[in-house]
């Protein structure tokens, strides 16, 4: 997977999750539930961050304890200070984890994700493993950890917390995708496919999954099956890091097939992986 990719699906997950107050797993709960101040201290932090950001801290000192710092590293995202939030958000997690250690699970996984964003995949990989320490079964954490393994150029580390993510929630298509990725990066151009194909029975218009499967046909010299699946993710993602992957790699296909017959056909571009409850985003293990 491209760092860049990582950060840009980190940068989706944080966007639509952060900065709403709304834990990864229930987008429509707050994590501090039952404080219209806290409610809306992550509205202002979507809005207006350093307002955000100076109201947390007032809050703080009247009391506010931990919703008001959770607010304030969300805050600190939003001002593009990524390792300071996710240092907060480490130290919130430990200090709740005695007594709400889902709650811990979830701060050490938005700390990753902060840590992503600050293109830190080291101290991401140390936080996702800490978070799993209070909830081994995350599905979402065990995806992030999956994709910062594969961001370290440990695919196989990667295909086994996407095995055990797929076993605990066999009807996500994009974890059957990342791992047919992650394959095709280990040159199991067989289990690559297999995955591609299972994903998209279950999904047949994930664009990532698409274009996965076109890189794993274009890797075949299934050049045609390449082009259906590369044309197909430009109709339905068009725009996105996906399709935006899809019309490099039929550029090059392209060229490849005006090249004189012993120019090497060039190797297809690496896909942007999706954030794992959203569709077609960016990146790829």
């Not at 860049?4 to 709403?20: P, R």
């Not at 299934?222 to 550029?251: C, F, H, I, S, Y």
Request: charged content about 20%; overall charge negative; proline content about 6%.
């Amino acid at each position: 997977m491209k760092r860049v990719a990582i950060i840009a699906f980190a940068a989706a997950t944080l966007s639509a999750a952060l900065s709403t107050g709304a834990s990864r797993a229930g987008a429509d709960e707050p994590m501090f539930a039952g404080e219209q101040e806290y409610s809306d201290c992550m509205t202002l932090a979507r809005r207006a961050p350093g307002d955000a950001y100076q109201s947390a801290m007032a809050w703080q000192l009247q009391g506010g304890a931990e919703p008001a710092r959770h607010c304030a590293a969300v805050a600190l995202i939003g001002l593009g200070r990524n390792k300071e939030a996710a240092g907060q958000l480490e130290k919130l997690g430990t200090d709740v984890s005695k007594q709400r250690p889902d709650l811990a699970a979830e701060l050490f996984a938005q700390a990753g994700q902060a840590w992503t964003m600050a293109n830190d995949l080291p101290h991401a990989l140390a936080a996702q493993t800490a978070g799993l320490q209070f909830a081994a079964d995350d599905v979402d954490l065990l995806v992030d950890r999956a994709m910062t393994q594969a961001g370290l150029n440990d695919y196989k580390k990667a295909v086994e917390d996407l095995d055990k993510a797929q076993g605990i929630a066999p009807d996500r298509a994009d974890i059957l995708a990342y791992r047919a990725s992650a394959w095709r990066f280990l040159n199991d151009l067989v289990r690559a496919r297999a995955d591609a194909d299972a994903a998209l029975q279950i999904d047949p218009k994930n664009a990532y999954a698409l274009l996965e499967r076109g890189n794993i046909r274009r890797l075949t010299n299934d050049k045609e099956g390449a082009r259906q699946d590369w044309t197909q993710v430009m109709a339905l993602a068009g725009g996105t890091p996906a399709g935006d992957a899809a019309a490099a790699n039929l550029k090059k296909l392209d060229t490849a097939s005006t090249a004189p017959a012993s120019s090497p056909p060039p190797p297809a571009t690496a896909p942007a992986v999706p954030p794992a409850t959203a569709p077609a985003s960016a990146g790829n293990p």
